[in-house]
């Protein structure tokens, strides 16, 4: 049985729960939740924090994602099963395979580096392909952030996670989830999408079911890397029929 197919009741039962709508304009518009998790999906999907850093196709990885934690000792010690607890339940919605590898051990496409406070921005130009990407108070004032690499085709090939070992336990933990997931080709941030990871008002220590639906529609093998928005939106919306038929 599909992951799909496994959740589908739990994702009718929230269809059926009474949702935060996703715009102020839309409530006198009344929309299906398919329609919403549409919106949602085109948000997170398409959308980026960074100004000019919008997708156009989707992005997605294919190869198995193999990992490395570097930068400060303690907080890898601390955050490493944390950080496996996470991929876990990343790797149940997405499919994608999650691998540490040792840190000698040669072809890693992932690093998750802790940092501290003063060090955040000197470590992100460290370990970015082009240092001048790590520019621009989104970074200055981030507590975490990630960098992402992908071919034209929109197939992910690398991905780096700078985190900031400062800070308090709960706020690392869903910081560590939010930019891992983000990773996976969902990069934008949303105070709109409730509840969920990718809404920066909220600090979810674990996926919403929101989170799940959004990953599964990206992770749908139909949902090919490359796939321009304009067919993305509607195919996303063929699948969540399918889960949700009528979309009520």
């Given amino acids: ?34 329609d919403r998790y549409v ?36 907080a890898i010690a601390r955050y490493r099963p944390i950080v496996v607890g996470h991929m876990e339940q990343l790797a149940v919605y997405s499919g994608v395979k999650f691998e540490e590898i040792g840190g000698r051990e040669p072809g890693e496409n992932f690093i998750i580096w802790f940092s ?30 990630f960098l992402s690499y992908y071919l034209p085709d929109g197939k992910m090939v690398a991905a780096r996670v700078v985190a900031n070992a400062d800070l308090p336990d709960q706020e690392l933990v869903h910081c560590l989830l939010e930019e891992i997931a983000q990773t996976l080709g969902l990069p934008n941030d949303d105070d709109r999408v409730a509840p969920s990871i990718f809404n920066d008002s909220l600090k979810l220590m674990s996926l919403s079911l ?3 639906v959004l990953i599964r529609l990206v992770y749908d093998p139909r949902m090919r890397p490359g796939t ?5 939106l509607p195919l996303a919306r063929a699948i969540l029929t399918e889960l949700n038929p009528g979309g009520g």
């Fill in 116 to 145: 501290t406070t003063n060090k955040m921005i000197d470590d992100g130009r460290m370990l970015a392909a082009n240092p001048a990407e790590v520019a621009g108070r989104q970074f200055e004032s981030a507590n975490c952030f």
């Fill in 228 to 232: 321009p928005r304009a067919q993305a």
């Fill in 1 to 34: 049985m599909s992951l799909f197919r496994a959740g589908a009741a739990c994702i009718v039962a929230l269809f059926a729960c009474a949702l935060a709508p996703f715009s102020a304009a839309q409530q006198t518009r009344p929309a299906t939740e398919n």
């Fill in 39 to 74: 919106q949602y999906f085109d948000s997170i999907v398409f959308g980026n924090e960074f100004a000019g850093r919008a997708a156009t196709v989707v992005r997605k990885w294919i190869e198995p994602v193999r990992y490395k934690l570097g930068g400060n000792a303690a």
């Fill in 210 to 212: 929101i989170d799940r």
